[in-house]
């Protein structure tokens, strides 16, 4: 079973500048997730999908951050413009239910804002 | 305000002995937790869960203890190997009430060969 696969690994850009992250979770999954895990810091909860609906997005800084998941399978995380404070890594998970009982992440891509 | 406590940032354990991880939390409404693994450049690994239920939950050499009174879990492994050397970070939800996990900052493990 493939897991969730992520792109870019690493984004380096600088402040003011937009970035754009791609996440395509594990088949069947009908919820994802996008998680900001800043440095020294547990994954903090930025948007949870259930198919092509929002369930959660109350910690999703709404003035430069957007996501989408248009056909319920794939979905992207935008940031327009970028702070040097979004400089961490950012996670997708998956899970087969809303309530999950597991996450299952994909690696991440680093971004750092110069 | 931090719902989730991982008190050590860090702990080194020599190879073959036991590893114990702490982690506290503030929310009585957590009713299930969860203990991921993380290697750098990769994301979390899920390890091992426990219900509020249970104040037990063992897969091989990994053990999760709760202690609900004093909303306390810890993660035992024995014996620890130079493989678990990793970031470890408890997770907690009330899943009961819809609502999402809230991760620790994590503890980074080091076991010496």
């Known amino acids: 079973e493939a897991g969730v696969a992520q792109s870019p690994r690493y984004k380096i850009i600088e402040k003011r500048q937009s970035v754009a992250f791609w996440c395509n979770p594990i088949?069947?999954?009908?919820?994802l997730y996008w998680y900001q895990q800043i440095l020294g810091q547990g994954p903090k909860l930025l948007i949870q999908f259930q198919n092509n609906g929002v369930v959660d997005d109350s910690q999703l800084p709404k003035d430069r951050f957007s996501a989408e998941r248009l056909k319920g399978v794939d979905s992207t995380l935008k940031i327009q413009p970028a702070k040097l404070e979004d400089s961490a890594v950012y996670l997708c998970?998956?899970?087969?239910?809303?309530?999950?009982?597991?996450?299952?992440f994909g690696s991440g891509t680093q971004l750092s804002v110069l | 305000d931090q719902q989730v406590k991982q008190n050590s940032p860090s702990l080194s354990v020599q190879e073959g002995r036991i590893s114990i991880l702490n982690c506290d939390y503030t929310n009585s409404m957590f009713d299930y937790f969860l203990w991921y693994k993380k290697y750098p450049a990769e994301g979390p690994t899920f390890l091992i869960s426990?219900?509020?239920?249970?104040d037990k939950n063992e897969d091989g050499r990994f053990t999760v203890f709760l202690n609900k009174s004093a909303k306390h879990l810890s993660l035992h492994i024995v014996p620890s190997q130079p493989g678990d050397s990793a970031v470890y970070f408890c997770?907690?939800?009330?899943?009961?009430?819809?609502?999402?996990?809230?991760f620790g900052p994590g503890t980074r493990l080091s076991v010496l060969p």
């Open positions: 998970a998956s899970s087969p239910t809303g309530q999950a009982k597991a996450l299952f």
């Open positions: 426990i219900s509020s239920i249970k």
């Open positions: 997770a907690a939800s009330a899943v009961n009430y819809g609502q999402n996990f809230v």
């Open positions: 088949s069947g999954h009908a919820t």
